[in-house]
């Protein structure tokens, strides 16, 4: 009788649980590889059987019984225009892309997604509920504002590897001597001057976003937000509690990228989760291709939002040149038909990455350094030559390099030269397929899938209400508390009475010492 009770709370507690939840997924990055980051997100939800409502600017997708699109595709003119040009970044003549200008810029597009008349009909239907809020981080903290509306548990999706910029939201910013920002274009271990340069860049940012960014941060939340919760009759919570009440942060990293560094329990990695595990099979010919590449095969992808048909007319010919050179077989994501292609160049419009990767013959991959390539490169265990173009592509590059499985190219006019040698060298010494390999191992060879973690967090966030279990202590104390400012106080006060006191003592026992001998000094000319 007991047993069959017990047998029955527990079912009930596991019918609970696993009911569908009510998600609303906040991805309006206007480029690509975030409308893929989303999309994963998407995909896993959905099979764990959620109904998620998606705010993005990818539009395409019908909508379904449990998926809902809000379309926020007018992000896509908040870009400025060239800014992602390779000839325009070559020529140093497209917006150098510094932390403050990417703080600005995002603001700008937070802003502007909340404003969307899309997302406002949402968020002013009073009847509208969610059981969780996923927001993309991407240098602003806007989109936590989405939770409070619904008083519901809010998780960070990070894009990057884990930065100091994100995980202050979780507990206290990582140690710069080891930690980089994610604009950074080093790699620990690094030299002296790089650890006093990166402290001083991380410190420069904080310093801007007290004295300056946050407010107008702050200034944004209360107008766009304050008449959101009027319509519910609530008053809005200030915006530090809000940015600070994250229940979770879904990292899109994992150890073979951003390394062993203590990371807060309320942060999950769940790098990989955008690649499906069944990939999609190669085209019939192009599957030909690859398998009959004795020499093997160098894939060459800048990536979806670089394009490589922006790249300066001269070094197209040099590298279609150099490529034609090669014994191996070269397949180009390439945008436009090129004319008077070499034998063994292959140009695809598209290219199906994953499957490329995946074969077997595929001896290299050059790539710009985007978290999402170098992923798959790892997942698919295979080596790269990164040229890095901005944003976190350098650090990227950098890393990879660190671990072994890469070599870099500098993006310039004169590249193919370098580019040749590279190939060359990675395909013929056999450690960096090797490292590849080893990394792929490591990969895969985790507890569960990143896509069942990812379910498995957002429901236990949904089921134990926002796992405050998770939450750092950290985060209750004020800043002078956590680094000991009161104590050191209270030091500098003890110091400064002691001296005070011992200086006013020997000035005491000065002037009694003085007299006294000023009295015998006196007393002596007397009796003289
Ligand atoms: C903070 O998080 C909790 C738990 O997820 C949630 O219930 C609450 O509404 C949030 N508060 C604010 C001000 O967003």
């Given at each position: 009788?007991?047993?069959?009770?017990?047998?029955?709370?527990?079912?009930?507690?596991?019918?609970?649980?696993?009911?569908?939840?009510?998600?609303?997924?906040?991805?309006?990055?206007?480029?690509?590889?975030?409308?893929?980051?989303?999309?994963g997100?998407?995909?896993?939800?959905?099979?764990?059987?959620h109904?998620?409502?998606?705010?993005?600017?990818?539009?395409?997708?019908?909508?379904?019984?449990?998926?809902?699109?809000?379309?926020?595709?007018?992000?896509?003119?908040?870009?400025?225009?060239?800014?992602?040009?390779?000839?325009?970044?070559?020529?140093?003549?497209?917006?150098?892309?510094?932390?403050?200008?990417?703080?600005l810029?995002?603001?700008?597009?937070?802003?502007?997604?909340?404003?969307?008349?899309?997302?406002?009909?949402?968020?002013?239907?009073?009847?509208?509920?969610?059981?969780?809020?996923?927001?993309?981080?991407?240098?602003?903290?806007?989109?936590?504002?989405?939770?409070?509306?619904?008083?519901?548990?809010?998780?960070?999706?990070?894009?990057?590897?884990?930065?100091?910029?994100?995980?202050?939201?979780?507990?206290?910013?990582?140690?710069?001597?080891?930690?980089?920002?994610?604009?950074?274009?080093?790699?620990?271990?690094?030299s002296?001057?790089?650890?006093?340069?990166?402290?001083?860049?991380?410190?420069?940012?904080?310093?801007?976003?007290?004295?300056?960014?946050?407010?107008?941060?702050?200034?944004?939340?209360?107008?766009?937000?304050?008449?959101?919760?009027?319509?519910?009759?609530?008053?809005?919570?200030?915006?530090?509690?809000?940015?600070?009440?994250?229940?979770?942060?879904?990292?899109?990293?994992?150890?073979?990228?951003?390394?062993?560094?203590?990371?807060?329990?309320?942060?999950?990695f769940?790098?990989?989760?955008?690649?499906?595990?069944?990939?999609?099979?190669?085209?019939?010919?192009l599957?030909?291709?690859?398998?009959?590449?004795?020499?093997?095969?160098?894939?060459?992808?800048?990536?979806?939002?670089?394009?490589?048909?922006?790249?300066?007319?001269?070094?197209?010919?040099?590298?279609?040149?150099m490529?034609?050179?090669?014994?191996?077989?070269?397949?180009?994501?390439?945008?436009?038909?090129?004319?008077?292609?070499?034998?063994?160049?292959?140009?695809?419009?598209?290219?199906?990455?994953?499957?490329?990767?995946?074969?077997?013959?595929?001896?290299?991959?050059?790539?710009?350094?985007?978290?999402?390539?170098?992923?798959?490169?790892i997942?698919?265990g295979?080596?790269?030559?990164?040229i890095?173009?901005?944003g976190?592509?350098?650090?990227?590059?950098?890393?990879?390099?660190?671990?072994?499985?890469?070599?870099?190219?500098?993006?310039?006019?004169?590249?193919?030269?370098?580019?040749?040698?590279?190939?060359?060298?990675v395909?013929?010494?056999?450690?960096?397929?090797?490292?590849a390999?080893?990394?792929?191992?490591?990969?895969?060879?985790?507890?569960?899938?990143?896509?069942?973690?990812?379910?498995?967090?957002?429901?236990?966030?949904?089921?134990?209400?926002?796992?405050?279990?998770?939450?750092?202590?950290?985060?209750?104390?004020?800043?002078?508390?956590?680094?000991?400012?009161?104590?050191?106080?209270?030091?500098?006060?003890?110091?400064?009475?002691?001296?005070?006191?011992?200086?006013r003592?020997?000035?005491?026992?000065?002037?009694?010492?003085?007299?006294?001998?000023?009295?015998?000094?006196?007393?002596?000319?007397?009796?003289?």
């Amino acid at each position: 009788m007991e047993n069959m009770m017990t047998l029955l709370v527990l079912l009930s507690a596991i019918l609970a649980c696993s009911e569908s939840a009510k998600i609303l997924l906040v991805f309006p990055g206007p480029s690509k590889s975030h409308g893929i980051l989303g999309d994963g997100y998407v995909r896993h939800l959905l099979n764990a059987g959620h109904e998620v409502t998606y705010i993005t600017p990818f539009t395409q997708r019908p909508p379904t019984a449990k998926l809902r699109t809000v379309d926020v595709s007018s992000n896509f003119d908040l870009l400025p225009p060239n800014i992602i040009n390779l000839k325009g970044i070559m020529d140093k003549s497209s917006e150098d892309m510094t932390a403050i200008f990417m703080i600005l810029m995002m603001l700008d597009i937070a802003e502007k997604t909340i404003a969307n008349a899309n997302v406002q009909k949402l968020l002013n239907d009073p009847t509208e509920q969610f059981d969780a809020v996923i927001v993309e981080w991407f240098f602003s903290e806007l989109g936590a504002g989405f939770a409070t509306v619904y008083e519901c548990p809010l998780i960070w999706s990070s894009s990057v590897d884990p930065h100091w910029q994100v995980l202050q939201l979780l507990d206290e910013p990582t140690n710069p001597a080891y930690t980089v920002d994610v604009m950074s274009t080093y790699s620990p271990p690094l030299s002296f001057l790089q650890r006093v340069n990166e402290l001083w860049n991380q410190l420069m940012v904080q310093f801007l976003k007290y004295v300056w960014l946050d407010g107008v941060e702050e200034k944004i939340y209360t107008s766009l937000f304050t008449p959101i919760l009027e319509k519910r009759v609530r008053k809005l919570p200030s915006f530090y509690e809000v940015r600070y009440n994250a229940s979770l942060l879904l990292s899109n990293s994992y150890v073979t990228t951003s390394g062993g560094a203590s990371l807060p329990q309320s942060h999950k990695f769940i790098g990989g989760y955008h690649i499906d595990d069944d990939v999609t099979p190669l085209s019939e010919d192009l599957k030909k291709l690859m398998d009959s590449a004795k020499d093997g095969v160098v894939y060459f992808s800048m990536g979806s939002n670089l394009r490589s048909k922006d790249l300066p007319d001269e070094v197209k010919i040099n590298l279609l040149k150099m490529f034609g050179s090669l014994k191996q077989t070269v397949i180009w994501k390439f945008e436009e038909v090129l004319p008077n292609l070499p034998k063994n160049v292959h140009i695809l419009q598209w290219a199906p990455q994953q499957a490329i990767l995946a074969h077997p013959n595929l001896a290299v991959f050059i790539t710009h350094g985007g978290l999402l390539s170098t992923t798959e490169s790892i997942y698919f265990g295979v080596p790269i030559i990164g040229i890095p173009v901005y944003g976190d592509q350098f650090m990227n590059v950098e890393k990879s390099m660190n671990k072994g499985y890469a070599l870099k190219v500098d993006l310039s006019y004169t590249m193919s030269e370098e580019l040749k040698k590279t190939i060359e060298e990675v395909i013929s010494n056999k450690r960096y397929a090797e490292k590849a390999k080893e990394l792929s191992f490591i990969h895969h060879d985790r507890p569960v899938k990143p896509g069942q973690e990812l379910a498995h967090w957002v429901n236990h966030v949904i089921n134990t209400r926002g796992a405050p279990h998770l939450r750092s202590p950290a985060l209750d104390l004020p800043l002078y508390k956590r680094k000991f400012l009161d104590l050191a106080a209270l030091v500098a006060v003890l110091v400064l009475a002691v001296y005070i006191l011992l200086k006013r003592a020997l000035a005491y026992i000065c002037s009694q010492v003085c007299s006294n001998k000023g009295k015998t000094a006196s007393k002596k000319k007397k009796n003289n």
